[in-house]
T-cell receptor, first 112, second 115 residues
Framework: GENVEQHPSTLSVQEGDSAVIKCTYSDSASNYFPWYKQELGKRPQLIID?????GEKKDQRIAVTLNKTAKHFSLHITETQPEDSAVYFC???????????FGRGTSLIVHP | SAVISQKPSRDICQRGTSLTIQCQVD?????MFWYRQQPGQSLTLIAT?????????ESGFVIDKFPISRPNLTFSTLTVSNMSPEDSSIYLCSVDTDPGTGELFFGEGSRLTVL
């Protein structure tokens, strides 16, 4: 089955800095890569996703890149703010399934 | 999108007892999922709740321990049976409102503590 590795497990940045979270996956048939944000005590919520037919997608301060050859994808957050502090999960799912396999999560801490 | 209500939101349980978690969705959905999130850990799929048939369990999870009901397209329950402290976790209901897109909507979760 699919295996998703996520790094780092913890990321601490100063407000205004950029943050990058990286994930790798094992199943070459995976074609959908969502990112979820889980604030403390809250439910995970989708913040951005990318499909295998594109290499990059942006939404304001967040962007995701995908390298299918290397089987890795990354989340980039620019101009971080304290409200970006949360646990971020990457995931991968494959054609015909759409049940994602999640990474272990990255705890992002943005210091004011 | 979907509005998902889960209850209880939290509970403290005694070893050896069972607890049933309910999940109600504000629209009919084909697929409902139950996840477990242990403290500081990722989201692990327990099973897919299928309407009108038995749930499909992931490796490491069995029906005797986690019986699931899915009586209709808006409701499901997960029972955690014969609980031990290792079952202390957050249990999350999730739905895929637009099959094929891949986006999941989650309930707020049920935080169980087993003493």
């Amino acid at each position: 089955g699919e295996n998703v590795e996520q790094h780092p497990s913890t990321l601490s940045v100063q407000e205004g800095d950029s943050a990058v979270i990286k994930c790798t996956y094992s199943d070459s048939a995976s074609n959908y890569f969502p990112w979820y944000k889980q604030e403390l005590g809250k439910r995970p919520q989708l913040i951005i996703d990318i499909r295998s037919n594109v290499g990059e997608k942006k939404d304001q301060r967040i962007a995701v890149t995908l390298n299918k050859t290397a089987k890795h994808f990354s989340l980039h957050i620019t101009e971080t703010q304290p409200e970006d502090s949360a646990v971020y999960f990457c995931a991968a799912s494959r054609r015909g399934s759409y049940i994602p396999t999640f990474g272990r999560g990255t705890s992002l801490i943005v210091h004011p | 999108s979907a509005v998902i209500s889960q209850k209880p939101s939290r509970d403290i349980c005694q070893r050896g007892t069972s607890l049933t978690i309910q999940c109600q969705v504000d629209s009919q959905v084909t697929m409902m999922f139950w996840y477990r999130q242990q403290p500081g850990q990722s989201l692990t799929l327990i099973a897919t709740a299928n309407q009108g048939s038995e749930a499909t369990y992931e490796s490491g999870f069995v029906i005797d321990k986690f019986p699931i009901s899915r009586p209709n397209l808006t409701f499901s329950t997960l029972t955690v049976s014969n609980m031990s402290p290792e079952d202390s976790s957050i249990y999350l209901c999730s739905v895929d409102t637009d099959p094929g897109t891949g986006e999941l909507f989650f309930g707020e979760g049920s935080r169980l503590t087993v003493l």
